[in-house]
């Protein structure tokens, strides 16, 4: 190959198994990399942020009298012994037994 043909392909051409990257778009990389590093940031920050509302909401039970766990667990066993009972639909009356 002679200079003159290597010069007359766009900067986008294949030559000897490599690519040439355009002018302009060299930067992309950098600009992927930051883009990555801001998501994995973001995602630090949340995670960071649900171990600190985790740790406080112990903190809270641990605060709380033996009275007042006693009555939320009478109600969370109401309402799962409501759930277990099903919803019968309105309209089809159940057969009598």
């Not at 509302?53 to 709380?64: A, I, K, P, S, Y």
């Amino acid at each position: 190959m002679s200079v003159a043909s290597l010069m007359a392909k766009p900067a986008t051409a294949r030559h000897w198994g490599c690519r040439v990257p355009e002018v302009g778009r060299s930067m992309t990389w950098v600009n992927e990399a930051i883009r990555a590093t801001r998501m994995i940031g973001h995602r630090v920050v949340a995670l960071l942020y649900l171990i600190f509302v985790r740790v406080l909401d112990w903190l809270w039970l641990f605060g709380r009298s033996a009275a007042s766990k006693n009555v939320e667990l009478l109600i969370l066993r109401h309402e799962l012994a409501m759930l277990r009972r099903g919803n019968p639909t309105l309209g089809h009356p159940t057969p009598a037994r």
